[in-house]
């Protein structure tokens, strides 16, 4: 039982390329995340969605685009990096009506942007 | 808007000893939870311990407690008997009843030194 899988953990990409993190979940959740850590910032939530087909905004969704095709992958999608999303970004799932439920967070991509 | 203040960035104890992490809120809700988050050097995140609004008692989970003070807006982790493997950052996170978004903290960097 794998969990929250994330891919790639690694990354380096020139300034303007594109990329797409895949987050895979086989615990059946309903709610997946994406969250970006950077140092003294803590987890700052990007996009996150309800369900499949759905996608919500969260706190820091510029530069970012989403996609809940099916309900255990979730796409984290840069169109043209810029330095500024160097970071860390994070998955996490949980299950609906499960509110006192933590959240189960994958491994992590670490993405540097020259 | 929600908020989490992590107020201590770094925090040192001896092994065996008994360390306190603080974290306080701002919500004018009265219903929510709140957490604690281990992140070691693996970038793993993993949910220490959890707390309901309504619930009155403090949790605890083997060696962490908390101290949950809802008029003060306030809830520590406390960690007894510190291991080596205690090393690692550690986010207090709230998420209001009924809503999609986690919100955490900035973190608190504990060592441990045998």
């Known amino acids: 039982n794998a969990g929250v899988t994330q891919t790639p953990k690694f990354r380096v990409l020139k300034t303007g390329q594109s990329m797409t993190l895949l987050c895979a979940q086989d615990?059946?959740?309903?709610?997946m995340y994406w969250y970006r850590q950077d140092p003294g910032m803590g987890l700052r939530l990007i996009h996150y969605?309800?369900?499949?087909?759905?996608?919500a905004k969260g706190e820091v969704p510029d530069g970012y685009n989403v996609s809940r095709l099916k309900k255990q992958n979730f796409l984290l999608g840069l169109e043209s990096a810029a330095p500024s999303q160097t970071s860390v970004y994070f998955c996490?799932?949980?299950?609906?009506?499960?509110?006192?439920?933590?959240?189960?967070f994958g491994s992590g991509t670490r993405l540097t942007v020259v | 808007a929600q908020t989490v203040t992590q107020s201590q960035p770094e925090m040192s104890v001896q092994e065996a000893e008994t360390v306190t992490l603080s974290c306080t809120y701002d919500?004018?809700?009265?219903?929510?939870?709140l957490f604690w988050y281990k992140q070691p050097p693996s970038r793993q995140m993993i949910l220490v311990i959890r707390?309901?609004?309504?619930?009155?008692q403090n949790a605890t989970e083997n060696r962490f407690s908390v101290n949950f003070q809802k008029a003060a807006k306030s809830f520590s982790l406390k960690i007894s008997d510190s291991q080596l493997g205690d090393a690692a950052m550690y986010f207090c996170?709230?998420?209001?009843?009924?809503?999609?978004?986690?919100?955490f903290g900035t973190g608190t960097r504990l060592q441990v030194f045998p």
């Open positions: 996170a709230y998420r209001r009843y009924n809503t999609d978004k986690l919100i």
């Open positions: 707390q309901e609004a309504y619930k009155q």
């Open positions: 969605s309800v369900g499949e087909g759905t996608t």
């Open positions: 615990m059946n959740h309903e709610y």
């Open positions: 996490a799932t949980r299950p609906q009506d499960r509110g006192y439920y933590g959240y189960t």
């Open positions: 919500t004018s809700e009265s219903d929510y939870y």
